[in-house]
């Protein structure tokens, strides 16, 4: 008998040489946010970023991962990615609450891979990675791969060169630097 849920694992995507333009709300590159199935081995790559507007919620973010749900997002790869504007973050990767999702107990976030991304006008826009807590559980995301990301032609060599503010999230690599290894509460 055929299964009749519209669930179904996303592998081996590529996107690529796109132009993105988004305005208020949203994200201009996004995964999420009600993730029930696996997502993994997805290619973004030679997308200019035009313009992400400032939201003032919480979306904003020219790269973005939400996962509010039970599915398990890895191996994602965003590779020569110019971002001419983006007013409120550059990446914002985070395991949430959200009020159109009934799951409770929340997916993984990991192996995500930034390499070769571009800021090309602006300031610096602040950067997240948040993972997930309740008195009962605890989702941290894990192994995110900055390298050679620059603003305005300076190649960010730390996490604080980059504005990233990270929370309940283990093993973040700039440059191939470990910069994040916090342990379980």
Known sequence: F???????????VRVHNNVIWNAEPGNAIELGYALQSEIHDLVFE??????????GNMGGAAISIHQADGGHVHD??????????????LFDIKV??????????????NDIYFDNIQVLNGDIPVSMIRGYQTPTEEVRVHDVHFDNITFMGNKCETWQDMRLVTELANDIYVNGARTCRQMKF
């Not at 055929?2 to 081996?12: A, F, G, L, N, Q």
């Not at 030679?46 to 939201?55: L, P």
């Not at 949430?96 to 976030?109: D, F, M, P, V, W």
């Open 2 to 12: 055929e299964d009749p849920s519209t669930v179904r694992d996303v592998t081996k």
């Open 46 to 55: 030679d997308c200019d970023i035009i313009h992400c507007q400032y939201e």
């Open 76 to 89: 994602i790869h965003y590779k020569n990615i110019r971002v001419e504007q983006a007013e409120q973050k």
């Open 96 to 109: 949430l609450l959200c009020r159109y999702t009934e799951q409770l107990a929340k997916g993984e976030i």
